[in-house]
């Protein structure tokens, strides 16, 4: 229980640090803190924890209750790490407008997070058939194929998001 709590406390730190929990504008990808306790006691956290945020002004739908589900989504996702609950309002909000691009992202980030990486890079490919445009989707792609053990995919993701936006090259 210790160990759960001590993850938790390093995840909310990071997040806050990182600025993931305010509203920004593309998606930020997060990685886990070092596996590390008190007294050098390990924890395991095993792939990249992500959070994201987006600006209001820059949600794309017209839909204003898809949009409200959509920052429930958020909410559940990157402040309470409620991941499972979060794709309830995604799955809603993309009901509602199918070429919501970001609660697809969103979605991706939730199944990311739960490990479901196959899941969660099918939900990148629809953002991305809808926006290709987004570098910070590229790069999120990419740390999931990256998480997946697939290692050139990745790279091609990188390579993409670094030419739409060279922010995301590699330094």
Same mark, same amino acid.
């Given at each position: ?78 402040? &309470? ?30 199944? *990311? ?10 939900? &990148?490919?629809? =953002? ?10 590229? *790069? ?28 995301? =090259?590699?330094?």
């Amino acid at each position: 229980m210790k160990r759960m709590i001590f993850a938790a406390t390093i995840l909310v730190f990071v997040l806050a640090a990182a600025g993931c929990i305010a509203m920004t504008g593309n998606p930020v990808p997060v990685a886990s803190p070092p596996p590390s306790a008190p007294k050098g006691t390990p924890v395991s956290f095993g792939g990249s924890a992500i959070a994201i945020g987006f600006k209001a002004d820059e949600i794309s739908t017209s839909s204003p209750e898809a949009k409200a589900l959509f920052i429930k989504g958020l909410t559940a996702l990157s402040q &309470y790490a409620q991941y499972n609950e979060s794709l309830a309002y995604f799955d809603q909000a993309i009901a509602i407008d199918r070429t919501f691009s970001e609660a697809w992202v969103a979605k991706g980030v939730a199944l *990311h997070n739960l490990k479901r990486y196959a899941d969660a890079e099918g939900c &990148y490919d629809r =953002a991305l058939a809808i926006n290709p445009q987004d570098a910070g989707t590229w *790069h999120l792609r990419g740390m999931a194929f990256r998480d997946e053990g697939w290692p050139e995919e990745a790279a091609e993701c990188d390579r993409k998001a670094a030419e739409l936006d060279p922010r995301y =090259a590699a330094g």
